[in-house]
């Protein structure tokens, strides 16, 4: 027998590709005179945590709420890139169309509970709800999922029938957490998820996120003008000021070696 023939059969190799996950380009908002975003471009590659960072104002807010399909821009293109959309930009899409994608495809922590949960509902109910949009009816498994998403959130399961209004802060988080990965998003949006915590409270939520993002590799938006949060969590990182991308890079090239001034200052005053 030759020693070709002995060889096992190998798998080729994964093709590495380039194409990002998240595309935004030319990304324009206007609220009166105020230009909230001044023609953003933003990239995001599958399985990595970008961090926005900026003084209030800047527009991270903003771009997020786009990025989630709520806020309609002035200009500018989004994709994504999963099999259902390739190609389509996603601000052409009718508000029926958005909001199956955004069921299907995209969750998201605010910064304010009040904004993303019903706060008299039941915590697991909360989550159950997001299930209910993309289609799932029958009871038993609308708790189990509901369940399992509030387990791997680290919520204390045996208070998932008491709505987020009886809860502290932190467990809040949790549930808005839990409702936003409950179908396994492909993209998760921050939006200050633990700014008004107390600093333990807040390194806990910051442990769990970095559970998730590791066991799960979910690709993540996270905003924050807090540096300390984006340094522990990011991969790369996009600095923004008056609406507009002053900086973007690698997490630890940026806060190294900052090359903008408005950078440097942030980052000196972290120090
Ligand atoms: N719905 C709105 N109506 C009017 N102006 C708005 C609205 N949303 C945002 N703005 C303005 O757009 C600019 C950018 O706001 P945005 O909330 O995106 O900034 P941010 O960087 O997230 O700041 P913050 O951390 O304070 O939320 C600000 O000047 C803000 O006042």
Redesign the pocket.
Known sequence: MSLTMAMPQREPPALVTAAPLLAMTGVARR?GD?E?LKGVDVSVYAGEVLGIV?E???????LLRAMNLEEEPDAGRYTLDIPTHRGTDLFTLDRYERRMLRAREIGIVYQNPHAGLRMRHSSSGNVAERLVIAGERRFGELRRRAKDALIASDFPIARMDRPPVELSGGMQQRVQLAKAIALEPTLLLLDEPTTGLDVSVQALVLDTLKRLQRERRITMVLVS?DLGVIRTMADRVMVMRHGEVVEAGLADQVFQDPQHAYTQQLVHAKL
């Open positions: 609220y105020v909230a900026g209030s104002g800047s527009g991270k807010s903003t003008h």
